[in-house]
């Protein structure tokens, strides 16, 4: 008896959808055995985490306020996979559109408040943008490894920010704490239903029926994904790839910048230090689940906000609010792992004669 | 040699109603084949005829669906190309598996369990170095991959299979990557191998290497053996009338009647660099007119992928002139260049002039999707694109199960016919064609040459590069050949003489003239 893989020549397209879900739930049963051995009760903790998620009006609306930055750092790291560029450094990126936007809301609070917040998002974008383009340009003219580079520029985003926040744009009332001042209230994104729920979650939408359009109904996307298929291609197509590259990382940095601007002009209301909170990584998991496919992207967005949401809520019966980050990358690395599975079939060999072949080969 | 005939206790190898089925295709259908101690035995076939798939099962990669496999009359199963090998069995595949960073000696000694623990190099070296001599596969062991050339690497891999005692040894087309010297001093290998009790079985659809070097050949033919004959029996009309299961029709009718037009395709005083920085194309003069195919041929490595790609701009030019039309077009970009009406059939097929893990559709449009037919300003007109490939795929017929279907889920011949519909359909003045036939069937090639022929024939300028002198005799109206970087010039079809070309293509000759 023997375990045999062989190379599928087709991908059954029931697969796509089950393997994820596979992943998931094996991902929940192993985060279970974690939550048994911090002493709670793992059924009891998972409808928790659920009423926390979904439960209430309000744990609903929180959820999808979660899920706002990740949907837009995933769309963000999706259209660059689609050129097989990885872009690591979307926690730098949502850090630095941040940024770009509390400068335009500390500085410039009496314009108009659709000048104001019209201008947030295109500064928010641009900021998060260019610093992906500028981090991408190594691999773009030298073919220097983008993950490296990428992510290395969360840590000077990250620091600069840090510094700032300490600095020269303390909140002058509130000294001790790393943060600025509040920004005025026509600098805050409109909120909905009596949530917390903003404008973020239409950005977020309409990104990804602009993503989707961008990806495979216009030309540029077109030739992003020949470049994604064959670098050689592209050339032979006369393609000018290292525009098209830039574009990319644009657009995939910019996301993550618009994610920055959504978080503190919708939620926060200041700049702060780890306004991130790992959506730059979370943004693979959403792409991994969703095989790229933008909407996809939203429903997994989604998901996960929930598990973070679900999360936060089962701390209240002891469970360490670190099960939800356990369960973030076990889903991360099932969901890798499946991907196996889709290229290859994998079956137990029952015949004996193998082994006999093995010893008269001896 | 072949002492040892039709007693069944001496088969090395007998495989009986082996069947192998894949999804949606049965690429073996109870076949059998026998291999006799001592004996170069050739698998003859069109592409997806089943041979390689036999082979693999053979070498342990693939498990047959049923049927059985004896070796030295004993019945074997093998769950791996270690079992295989444990046998006895080892397969050259096209696609080498080297270390390319490893010398020769440790890619030989590499995945042996011997020895456990101290691996004294210099004895496997000299081990190896003993056996290039005894089989005519001169190596140095010290060598890394990297600096070796083709046949020497392949020189590699029979060694490691050598090295691990292997008595029958498979090769997979082993002379498509070699030059006509490399072949021989193959077959004087393989001879060599077989004279010491090993059993070869020899991978091929070269007819006329074949017929010089085999001792039986089977004819497969749609996952099945339609016959083997032994030595004697083998002659070039009769196997290429097996492998294709009716009388073989003449290739193409040359229509030498029609006087060649304008000037097309000018190449003057072109000089390119190689990627390393040395001289590729030296001093080129070339000329295509209307209504002209112009062949060029030479043995690969001496400067044609850099022609080509300079003409379609796909390669920097250090000095010269290319005009298209009378127009130049030296320095321009891709673009420019297919906009001018120059299409290139390159002979990376599936990794430069298809994206395979695109659609049919996607693919009919990669070299003119910015045409205002297809796109505006900014997006797409998909309906207008999946019209065109319909019309693409059935004028030229591309057999795929739907025009969505990605790419390398197409044969060998539905991918070529692809590409060849894209760069035709819209009738340029230019054609390149790049070794437009290579791992192509019998059939497949003669639709090649069909299309070729008619582009020609409505007044297209085509330059057809290839290695094989029977394609560029048939096709050609001019036949140049370039050897280092340099070309002859152009002597016509008819006075074509192959014995001359052959001498040409081997550097004899070129050196006189300069």
Known sequence: MRVKIEKRLDIPRSLVILLPLVAVLIAFAISGVLIAITGANPFIAYAMMWKGAFGTTYSLSETIVRSIPLMLAGLGVGIAAYAKLWNIGGEGQIVMGAFAASGLALFYPDLPRPVLIGGMMMLGFLAGGLWAVIAALPRIYMGINEIITTMMFNFIAGFWVKYIVQGPWRDPVLVAFPFTAQFDKVAWLPKYFGTRIHLGLVVALISALIVTLLLFRSKWGFELRVIGGSLKAADYAGINVKRSLMLAMLLSGGLAGLAGMTEVTGILHRLQDGIAAGAGFSAFILVALANGNPFGIIVTGFLLGALLTGGTTAQTMGVPPQIADILQGLILFFALASTFFTRYRVWIDRSEAVSATVKSGD | MAQNRDDGSQLLIEMRDIVKRFPGVLANDGTNLTLRRGEIHALLGENGAGKSTLMNILSGLYKPDSGEIYVDGEKQEFGSARDALLAGIGMVHQHFCLVDIFSAAENVTLGMAAPRVHLNMADVEEEVGELGRKYNLGIDPHARIWQLSVGEQQRVEILKLLYRDAHVLILDEPTSVLTPQESDELSVTLRRMADSGRGILYISHRLAEVCAIADRVTIIRGGRNIATLELEEIDEERVANLMLGAEVSPLVNVDCSKEPGDVILEIEGLNVMSDRGLSAVSDANIIVRAGQIVGLAGVAGNGQRELADAIAGLHEIDSGEIKILGNLVTGKRAREIINAGVSLIPEDRTGTGLVSSL????????????????????????????????????????????????????????????????????????????????????????????????????????????????????????????????????????????????????????????
């Open chain 2, 359 to 514: 659609s049919v559709t996607e693919n009919a449009i990669l070299r003119g999707y910015w045409n205002s037919r297809f796109s505006g300003r900014i997006l797409i007109n998909w309906d207008e694109v999946g019209m065109h490939t319909q019309k693409l795929v059935e004028d030229f017929n591309v057999k795929t199960p739907h025009t969505d279907e990605e790419v390398w889920k197409l044969s060998g011949g539905n991918q070529q016919r692809l590409l060849l519909a894209r760069e035709m359909t819209s009738e340029p003045p230019v054609i390149v064609a790049s070794h437009p036939t290579s791992g192509l069937d019998v059939q497949a090639a003669m639709d090649v040459h069909n299309l070729l022929i008619e582009q020609r024939d409505r007044g297209a300028a085509i330059l057809v590069i290839s290695e094989d002198l029977e394609e560029l005799m048939t096709l050609s109206d001019q036949i140049i050949v370039i050897y280092d970087g340099r070309v002859t010039e152009p002597i016509a079809g008819e006075d074509a003489d192959r014995a001359e070309l052959g001498l040409l293509m081997m550097g004899s000759g070129v050196k006189e003239k300069v």
